[in-house]
């Protein structure tokens, strides 16, 4: 939920364009290129007492909506989406209001500055090719941004994960994990073939395939005559996946391959094993931090619904035209 709301901000903060230096001459320039559109009469959204128009969801999403195709914004699933986010947009804004979140002005307009100064001189629609809003309503945005970013970083704080929940958090992880087969491995590579033919004549001729790798192997194992251990060989290229159809303490063919000209011995196989609690600590610490704060934001958004009178009207179009919508300032 939270990356949800990080997502939307930077996402909105793509859509606006910047003033001139002249401030009166860019003003009447800008105005007529700004797509700017009228409150229509009847809502297309409420919630309680507060009534939403179209224009207010573009202006939330505006980035979102001008990148989408036609076919897109009529999407049923699209809007659905759209709409929900809008409204726990504004149902976290109140909540942090509420609450005496507030964000100062000079923290707005110095995202604001590094937006500008990121985009350079240059009008949004020179890239675009498509109306855009103006820097004001860009403004308003990123505050109301930041103040929900940081009512939901207070509430974060509240997360606690402790040892135990950590070691309940992996048993439940080893009973979903499907453990691997790990294969103790000798590899002897060359990078010639006739090098490759000589070592496995001296197998044949049962000398030590350590010691045959250590004269013509040249792989990184080479100093350990070949030994690589216990490896899951899922995670190596192809020639590795020989190993799987070996019986232990055979020695493979040569098998050629991009990398070269490779000679294995199967030694060992263990199968069915789970990874260890302590190697796995810190991941398992990062998984369930995102756990308990999905589950806590999705929580207190249901909370949030649940309290407020949500109205919702049939058709909401995000499809509107500079030529026909009706300029805000008349």
Do not use: W
């Not at 903060?13 to 700017?36: H, L, M, P, T, Y």
């Not at 995202?111 to 350079?120: I, P, Q, R, T, Y």
């Not at 100093?223 to 216990?230: L, S, T």
Request: net charge positive; proline share 2%; hydrophobic share 35%.
């Amino acid at each position: 939920m939270l990356r949800v709301f990080i997502l939307c901000f930077f996402l909105i903060i793509g859509c606006n364009q910047q003033k001139g230096n002249n401030a009166d001459d860019s003003n009447n320039a800008v105005s007529k290129e700004k797509f700017q559109v009228a409150k229509k009469k009847q809502p297309v959204l409420k919630i309680n007492n507060s009534a939403y128009y179209v224009e207010d969801i573009i202006n939330y999403a505006y980035y979102t909506l001008s990148e989408m195709n036609e076919e897109s914004k009529d999407n049923p699933e699209v809007k659905k989406e759209i709409i929900k986010n809008f409204i726990n947009h504004k149902l976290f804004l109140k909540k942090a209001k509420e609450s005496g979140i507030a964000v100062e002005d000079a923290k707005v307009k110095k995202v604001l500055d590094n937006f500008k100064s990121a985009l350079g001189k240059e009008n949004l629609s020179t890239y675009t090719n498509k109306p855009v809003l103006d820097i004001s309503r860009l403004s308003d945005v990123i505050k109301e941004q930041l103040i929900i970013q940081k009512f939901l970083a207070e509430k974060l704080k509240s997360i606690r994960v402790n040892e135990e929940d950590l070691k309940d958090y992996y048993d439940d992880f080893v009973k979903r994990y499907k453990g691997v087969t790990l294969y103790h491995i000798y590899h002897l590579v060359t990078d010639m073939a006739e090098n490759a033919k000589k070592a496995r004549q001296l197998m044949r001729n049962r000398h030590a395939f350590s010691e045959v790798a250590k004269k013509y192997s040249v792989g990184p194992s080479k100093e350990e005559g070949g030994d690589m251990g216990y490896i899951d060989v899922s995670n190596y290229p192809e020639p590795f996946q020989e190993i799987k159809d070996m019986r232990i303490g055979s020695v493979s063919s040569i098998i050629k391959s991009d990398y070269g000209y490779h000679i294995f011995k199967l030694a060992d196989i263990k199968r069915n094993i789970r990874p260890d609690f302590k190697k796995i600590k810190s991941k398992l610490y990062s998984e369930l931090f995102i756990k308990k704060q999905d589950e806590l934001l999705d929580n207190l958004t249901k909370e949030l619904r649940s309290n407020a009178k949500i109205t919702i009207s049939d058709n909401v179009s995000f499809v509107l035209s500079p030529k026909s919508a009706e300029r805000a300032d008349n």
